[in-house]
């Protein structure tokens, strides 16, 4: 016997169900809950929902309906919009598909319908009145109401008739032959009679009803499309509307808003531009911080114009930065009187770097065969492949802070320390600039790798960075320039996992010492966010303040970055801040975004506004002269979407390079098979390094622990070897902290190159070049270097 067949809903119910719609890899069927009417499918989480949040419609006038298999059907408009849904039972199925192909054609129809000429019915008159009209609709839906009685009365008679039918028909299959044969045939036609006269009672029912539908049809589509019409006008006019205010306020107020940060600069700021993603119930992944309210506490408007006559109040104001149109900048004079500038020099032949390197393969990434084999495993233990990665070194990344070199080289030719203030602002926000898309982790340096950057021939400048310690990790970085500065940090990296971003927060100062005026200038990173971890895609975003401090004059720049915000109206990894001397009074204003320029502003005069901050401060108007540009980001280079958005200098990093130390990043295996695109063997020679590397830390901690009893030395032995630290594991359990940074490493290894020192400046332990890299290299002799590779 067949199936019997599921009840088929009529053409112009609403259909209402729960079924199975696939989201992703991560979730896969989710329950939702579908409604069926009018020739849309839409869904919602919950039927609560109903009311108030649609997840998603498809038109079924132009959908396809395809059945994979007993439960399984996809709907797709051809377009963007495909579900994946699925029932719980072939039979709940096969109802869904009925009701979709009866509601597929029935708007498909009504479609071809309104796409006829109006000439069957006309829209009612310009003139006629909205009373008249809302009563023309309520009496069709008085008139269409009774119909739809009507065909409820006669649904029922058919159904009572048709039980005594079958009755009937049972009975006199049941008797036998006789007298009695005649007055049964009489009752099952009488029976009949009935059924086929409410048969056709309904069907003139149906009839009239479709009729009149059919004739009000139209002109309700064409009702509801001026409708939508006007409503599409009624927007459109209300975003200019907004646009225009927009306009008219920031003219009012005249330039950029800065935020409330100098008045208490030892405040720490949290913070964390997202992928454009498809706007349903499943893309909820992106992690956004609510715009504050009245945060900002000083205004930037245009100085009064007596500032911009000559004279002499401005004779102070020409010969810093060059602040007047009229004025030639002071690293223009610099450059034309220096006769040891690049122009009066004789042209040495300069050594062609890169340009190129091989594309980064499309490899897919199946996180199973990751996860499958830490099963049991603690989490400090497992290793992370080379898919994550980018082949570029923490040492080389840490070397690129040094992309715009030149605005250090125009701060030494400063006369004053406020103007050099100026240009290490604008250097420490450069530093930013080529993280934008750089989403790929570098590789963790082993204990005593190194990376020397030589650019004394193309732009006078030379670097050093040695990984001191592996436990906590920490890098240190030397560089000293021909032009007169001298550049010194030691980083270790802390991070936060917060399920759907990971936070990064570098801990150690940062030092500039220029030679000719002897100023000292310190600062510290801010965090790094970089958000969509598990699922969608990757961006990062910087956050947090920023105190630039010159030690030896006292002057201060306080920069904010601003973390990035869906309903802020400020454009996006903006930058702000303000220069002072050692009185706390405002000399310059800065403003720009850490991934493409900065400006700074000379200060007139400043006083009190008219509005209030947050706290119920008034603000603190600074009146500037016009905006100059201090730095603008390089483009990237062609095709850099394809190696990694590496820029012009990150691509020359990983060059090879003849007489470099056997610790050379560049000579670093996994790192140099990963860049030309063989990742398989990277990830065996990476996993080979970092056991070499576990063998010689526990050689070196042995070493360590000659003068403890073998008992002794063996319960060692053992904690080593159970808990061993990899180089490119994830380091959860050993996340470094403030105070374990400063409070000493573990390794019990001595740096080649950097020894620890206590800091004058900050007083905190950190390493310091002691000298003798580029005479050993000058030498050729690296009889003193580790073989870590």
């Given at each position: ?13 609403t259909?209402?169900?729960?079924l199975?719609?696939?989201t992703n890899?991560i979730?896969?069927?989710q329950r939702?809950w579908f409604v069926?009417s009018n020739g849309l499918l839409s ?5 609560s929902?109903?009311?108030h949040?649609?997840r998603?419609t498809i ?7 395809a059945v ?5 059907f996809v709907?797709?408009n ?9 029932a719980?039972?072939e039979?709940?199925r096969?109802?869904w598909?009925t ?6 054609a029935?708007?498909?129809r009504m479609?071809a319908?309104?796409?006829d000429?109006g ?8 003139s006629?009145g ?6 023309e609709?309520q009496?069709?839906l ?15 008679l058919?159904?009572k008739?048709g ?9 006199l ?7 009695e ?6 009752q099952v036609?009488?029976r009949?009679?009935?059924?086929r ?8 029912a149906?009839r009239?009803?479709?009729?009149l539908a059919q004739?009000?049809?139209?002109r ?9 019409e006007?409503?599409v006008?009624?927007?459109?006019t209300?975003?200019q509307?907004?646009?225009?205010h ?5 003219a009012?107020?005249g330039?950029?808003?800065l935020?409330?940060?100098q ?12 992928g454009?993603?498809d706007v349903s ?18 205004i930037?408007?245009?100085a009064d ?5 000559s004279?002499s109040n401005v ?8 602040m007047?149109?009229g004025t030639?900048s ?8 220096n006769p040891e500038?690049?122009q009066?020099q004789e042209?040495?032949p300069v050594?062609k ?5 091989p594309d980064k393969p499309?490899?897919?990434?199946n996180?199973?065969?990751i ?6 495993k603690e989490l400090s233990?497992?290793p ?8 570029l070194?923490?040492l080389q990344?840490?070397?690129?802070d ?5 605005l ?6 400063c006369?004053s320390s ?6 290490v ?7 930013y ?7 790929g982790?570098p590789?963790?340096p082993?204990l005593g ?5 030589d650019r004394?021939?193309e ?9 001191v310690s592996?436990?906590?990790?920490a890098?240190?970085?030397?560089a000293?320039s021909?032009r007169?500065w ?7 990296l ?7 971003y ?7 100062s940062?030092h ?5 005026s002897?100023?000292?200038y310190?600062?510290k990173?801010?965090t790094?966010t ?7 895609k990757?961006w990062?975003?910087?956050s947090?303040?920023?105190d630039?401090?010159n030690?030896?004059?006292g002057?201060?720049?306080?920069l904010?970055f ?5 309903f ?5 990894r903006?930058v702000t801040?303000?220069v ?5 009074k405002a000399?310059y ?7 493409e320029k900065?400006?700074?502003s000379?200060v007139?005069?400043s ?6 901050g ?6 603190t108007v600074?009146q500037?002269l016009k905006?100059k540009e ?7 280079p062609?095709g850099a979407e394809?190696m990694?958005?590496?820029?012009t ?12 130390a056997?610790?050379?990043?560049r ?5 140099r ?20 590397q ?6 070196r901690d042995r070493?360590a ?5 073998p008992?002794?030395?063996a319960?060692i032995e053992?904690s080593?070897?159970?808990s061993?630290l ?13 105070t374990t ?9 001595k740096p080649?190159?950097?020894e620890?020192?206590?800091d ?5 332990p950190?390493h310091i070049y ?15 270097c580790?073989d870590?590779?």
């Open positions: 016997m067949s199936e019997p067949k599921a009840p088929t809903p009529a053409p112009g119910d259909y209402k169900g729960w199975f719609k696939w890899y979730k896969g069927y939702r069926l869904y919602y989480r919950t039927q929902e109903m009311g949040t649609c998603g038109n079924l006038a132009t959908a396809n309906i994979e298999d007993s439960c399984n709907i797709s051809g377009g963007t919009q495909t579900y994946h849904l699925k719980s039972s039979v709940e096969q109802r598909i009701a979709l192909e009866l509601a597929k029935k708007a498909f479609q319908e309104s796409d000429s000439d069957d019915s006309t829209s009612p008159s310009a006629q909205a009373g008249s009209r809302n009563s609709v009496s069709t008085r008139t269409l109401g009774s119909k739809v009685e009507d065909l409820s009365t006669c649904n029922d058919i159904a008739h039980s005594a039918l079958q009755r009937s028909l049972s009975e299959e049941g008797i036998r032959l006789g007298g044969t005649s007055e049964k045939i009489r036609t009488e009949a009679t009935l059924f006269i409410t048969s056709n009672a309904m069907i003139n149906c009239d009803f479709l009729a004739a009000h049809s139209k309700w589509q064409k009702a509801l499309q001026a409708e939508r006007q409503r006008r009624l927007e459109e209300l975003e509307l907004a646009k225009q927009n306009h008219l306020e920031r009012f107020r330039a950029t808003v935020p409330a940060s008045s208490n600069p030892a405040i720490d700021s949290k913070g964390s531009v997202p454009k993603g119930d499943e893309d909820e992944e992106n992690e956004f911080f609510d715009a504050c309210e009245d945060v900002q506490e000083f930037t408007v245009p114009p007596k500032y911009h006559r004279g004779s102070g104001i020409s010969s810093e930065l060059g007047d149109d030639t002071l690293d223009e004079q610099s450059l034309a009187s500038s690049p009066s042209v040495v050594r770097r890169r340009t190129r390197i499309n490899y897919s990434l996180l199973w065969s996860m499958k084999n830490c099963i049991g233990k497992i992370m492949p080379v898919n994550f990665n980018e082949p070194s923490m990344r840490l070397s690129e040094l992309e715009y070199y030149e250090l080289d125009r701060g030494a030719k006369q406020l103007e050099q203030m100026c240009y602002a604008a250097f420490t926000v450069s530093s600039s080529t993280t934008v898309h750089r989403t982790k590789f963790n082993l790798e190194t990376f020397e950057l004394v021939q732009s006078g400048y030379r670097s050093l960075c040695e990984q592996h436990h906590p990790p890098a240190a970085h030397h000293i021909e007169g001298t550049l010194r940090q030691e980083i270790a802390a991070s936060k996992f917060r399920g759907k990971l936070s990064i927060m570098p801990l150690g940062i500039c010492v220029f030679e000719k002897n100023n000292h310190t600062w990173k801010v790094t970089v958000h969509n971890i598990i699922v969608g990757l990062i975003d910087q947090g303040e920023i630039v401090v030690h030896k004059t002057d201060r720049c306080h904010k601003a973390p990035y915000s869906y802020s109206r400020d454009v996006a903006k801040g303000v002072t001397d050692k009185d706390g000399h204003v800065l403003s720009g975004t850490w991934d900065m400006e700074c000379r007139m005069e006083s009190r506004g008219g509005e209030n947050a706290d119920g401060r008034q603000k600074y500037t905006a201090l730095w603008r980001k390089t483009p990237l062609e394809d990694y958005y590496f820029s200098l990150a691509l020359t990093l990983n060059e090879p390079e003849e007489g470099v056997p610790t050379d990043s000579r670093r295996p996994d790192q098979l990963m860049e030309q695109g063989r990742w398989e063997e990277a990830n065996a020679e990476k996993q080979r390094l970092e056991e070499k576990r063998t010689v830390r526990r050689e070493e622990n000659r003068s403890t009893n008992a002794e030395e319960l053992d080593i070897s159970d061993p990899k180089t490119e594991e994830v380091e959860i359990a050993s996340e470094p902290s403030e940074y400063k409070s000493g490493h573990q390794d019990n290894y080649m190159w950097f620890r020192q206590i004058p400046m900050t007083g905190d950190t002691r000298g003798g890299y580029w005479e050993a290299k000058e030498q050729g002799n690296w009889d003193s580790p870590i590779f």
